[in-house]
T-cell receptor, first 118, second 117 residues
Framework: GESVGLHLPTLSVQEGDNSIINCAYS??????FIWYKQESGKGPQFIID?????DKRQGQRVTVLLNKTVKHLSLQIAATQPGDSAVYFC?????????????????FGTGTRLTIIP | GAVVSQHPSRVICKSGTSVKIECRSL??????MFWYRQFPKKSLMLMAT?????????EQGVEKDKFLINHASLTLSTLTVTSAHPEDSSFYIC?????????????FGQGTRLTVV
């Protein structure tokens, strides 16, 4: 079936360096993607999203890149801080249920644990 | 961002009993709510999707008679784990989406850690 996956399950980065987390998706009909951050024992927290009509979107210290040709998504975190340590999930929306209003479910990738080394 | 409140955050129950988890959207109308289950060090697995006033749509392999979902209002959805067993122990998370449309972010609750003893 359709799936969203991640290349690296763990990633360690020196504080202050940049980090890149990758995600591959297989549903070519997906038209909306979100990156979430999840800290231990908490629910996912929205980081940034991107629609399929865009290749790049920037937020505060974060950038999401979308390559629809190879169905690849990445999250770049600049100048990492200890508080960035968490598990990061990519999620895709779309492909099933047509365009039911507000009803399309999010499919989550495997997750990458990012550890910032002080 | 919008706030979704989930309650309780932790619950311990005996085998055979039922547990109800509430998910509330505090500052927006949640036309759609999603329930996920998460095992340790694993990703979120969608259990069901519910629209206000409609029956929930369950994912394949999820027992609808065991995991009862009610979405009675635009701000409240509940998940009841019936006749709980130790294998139901898990982290349950709800999320909600408003009227803005399908390609908008879903806001997540804090999660509920269920332990069945």
């Amino acid at each position: 079936g359709e799936s969203v996956g991640l290349h690296l399950p763990t990633l360690s980065v020196q504080e202050g360096d940049n980090s890149i987390i990758n995600c591959a998706y297989s549903n070519s009909a997906s038209d909306y993607f979100i990156w979430y951050k999840q800290e231990s024992g908490k629910g996912p927290q929205f980081i940034i999203d991107i629609r399929s009509n865009m290749d790049k979107r920037q937020g505060q210290r974060v950038t999401v890149l979308l390559n629809k040709t190879v169905k690849h998504l990445s999250l770049q975190i600049a100048a990492t801080q200890p508080g960035d340590s968490a598990v990061y999930f990519c999620a895709e929306n779309g492909g099933e249920g047509g365009s039911n209003f507000g009803n399309e479910k999010l499919t989550f990738g495997t997750g990458t644990r990012l550890t910032i080394i002080p | 961002g919008a706030v979704v409140s989930q309650h309780p955050s932790r619950v311990i129950c005996k085998s055979g009993t039922s547990v109800k988890i509430e998910c509330r959207s505090l500052d927006f109308q949640a036309t759609t709510m999603f329930w996920y289950r998460q095992f340790p060090k694993k990703s979120l697995m969608l259990m069901a999707t519910s629209n206000e006033g409609s029956k929930a749509t369950y994912e394949q392999g999820v027992e609808k008679d065991k995991f009862l979902i009610n979405h009675a209002s635009l701000t409240l959805s509940t998940l009841t784990v019936t006749s709980a067993h130790p294998e139901d122990s898990s982290f349950y998370i709800c999320s909600a989406r408003g009227r803005q449309g399908p390609n908008t972010e879903a806001f997540f609750g804090q999660g509920t850690r269920l332990t069945v003893v």
